[in-house]
């Protein structure tokens, strides 16, 4: 039997940029400490942004001027994984001795990717996952990543994987996790729905793994002066719903609703032996002679140069 602290900081990015967004991050080291947490998990595109309601001065066939600004802002916020912020997730990690899963809006030249990074407190940046496929219009802003980004990462709290906000619904992407025997599910997203919680209960209760699941939480249109259309303006845009469930399903903490916040959980690793007993998705509970994935984890470059 090992026990470990694990958690999620549910908070948003800052309206006032993503510097104003790290601070606040930071700002719950303590917290962080005090907890003794082995890993805490943050939402999506919590550096960065993730910005609701935004048309991006987009309809089908033709784009306006105001929205290439809106998205040269945009781009403008993203971060670069050389950058200082990274660096300060880094000491950040560091300090705590937590290993991070953070989720950032990744600037690679022109192109924006939903990216969620993997920080250790002995080697910093670790590994990076990009999303594979951006749900709805988040398509026209951010790029599809490939699979040359699915890192299962050693830590002081067991193997940690990821999947971001509706990624946790392609049943290919879960079966090739569990196939990297994972430990914990770290889940950024700013999906707020009680059916949310249910996907996460679902995923722990079928990979027989911890689930963290981190979302971000934001005010309602009327708090940030923006009108909505369809959008309730009292209505909070996210409002967080953080939780972490056990191998079998059950809710160990959480779910965390309409404010920041560590949600925390002292775990037995044992546990995910024991529920593996009766159903390990990718052993004894297979049928390979019936199904089979298989999956492509190279790169795939636009451009490729050889000498």
């Given at each position: 039997?090992?026990?470990k602290t694990i958690a999620a900081l549910q908070i948003g990015a800052s309206p006032d940029g993503t510097e104003a967004t790290l601070a606040q991050i930071l700002s719950f080291?303590?917290?962080?400490?005090?907890?003794?947490?082995?890993?805490?998990?943050?939402?999506?595109?919590?550096?960065?942004?993730?910005p609701k309601g935004e048309w991006f001065g987009t309809r089908l066939g033709y784009r306006l001027p105001e929205g290439r600004e809106a998205f040269a802002r945009y781009h403008?916020?993203?971060?670069?994984?050389?950058?200082?912020?990274?660096?300060?997730?880094?000491?950040?990690?560091?300090?705590?001795?937590?290993?991070?899963?953070?989720?950032?809006?990744?600037?690679?030249?022109?192109?924006?990717?939903?990216?969620?990074?993997?920080?250790?407190?002995?080697?910093?940046?670790?590994?990076?996952?990009?999303?594979?496929?951006?749900?709805?219009?988040?398509?026209?802003?951010?790029?599809?990543?490939?699979?040359?980004?699915?890192?299962?990462?050693?830590t002081g709290a067991g193997r940690i994987g990821t999947a971001i906000c509706w990624e946790n619904h392609m049943p290919q992407l879960r079966l090739a996790m569990y196939a990297?025997?994972?430990?914990?599910?770290?889940?950024?997203?700013?999906?707020?729905?009680?059916?949310?919680?249910?996907?996460?209960?679902?995923?722990?209760?079928?990979?027989?793994?911890?689930?963290?699941?981190?979302?971000?939480?934001?005010?309602?249109?009327?708090?940030?002066?923006?009108?909505?259309?369809?959008?309730?303006?009292?209505?909070?845009?996210?409002?967080?719903?953080?939780?972490?469930?056990?191998?079998?399903?059950?809710?160990?903490?959480?779910?965390?609703?309409?404010?920041?916040?560590?949600?925390?959980?002292?775990?037995?690793?044992?546990?995910?032996?024991?529920?593996?007993?009766?159903?390990?998705?990718?052993?004894?509970?297979?049928?390979?002679?019936?199904?089979?994935?298989?999956?492509?984890?190279?790169?795939?470059?636009?451009?490729?140069?050889?000498?």
């Amino acid at each position: 039997m090992s026990r470990k602290t694990i958690a999620a900081l549910q908070i948003g990015a800052s309206p006032d940029g993503t510097e104003a967004t790290l601070a606040q991050i930071l700002s719950f080291e303590g917290a962080i400490a005090d907890a003794g947490a082995d890993l805490v998990v943050l939402p999506e595109a919590v550096l960065g942004g993730y910005p609701k309601g935004e048309w991006f001065g987009t309809r089908l066939g033709y784009r306006l001027p105001e929205g290439r600004e809106a998205f040269a802002r945009y781009h403008a916020g993203a971060i670069d994984l050389s950058g200082p912020e990274t660096a300060e997730l880094a000491a950040l990690s560091q300090r705590t001795g937590a290993s991070l899963v953070v989720g950032v809006i990744e600037r690679d030249g022109g192109t924006l990717y939903c990216t969620a990074l993997f920080f250790t407190p002995a080697e910093g940046l670790v590994a990076k996952h990009r999303k594979l496929m951006p749900t709805g219009t988040e398509r026209l802003i951010w790029g599809q990543g490939d699979g040359s980004t699915l890192p299962v990462v050693e830590t002081g709290a067991g193997r940690i994987g990821t999947a971001i906000c509706w990624e946790n619904h392609m049943p290919q992407l879960r079966l090739a996790m569990y196939a990297k025997g994972i430990d914990i599910w770290a889940a950024p997203t700013v999906d707020e729905r009680e059916i949310w919680q249910c996907s996460m209960r679902h995923i722990a209760h079928e990979g027989r793994c911890f689930v963290v699941s981190a979302c971000q939480v934001q005010p309602s249109p009327a708090a940030l002066g923006l009108d909505l259309p369809g959008w309730d303006a009292d209505r909070p845009l996210i409002r967080g719903g953080s939780l972490i469930a056990d191998p079998l399903g059950e809710m160990l903490a959480g779910p965390l609703y309409n404010e920041t916040g560590l949600v925390a959980a002292t775990i037995d690793t044992g546990a995910i032996v024991r529920g593996r007993y009766d159903f390990d998705v990718v052993g004894h509970y297979a049928r390979p002679d019936v199904f089979s994935l298989t999956v492509d984890e190279r790169a795939r470059a636009a451009v490729r140069f050889t000498r």
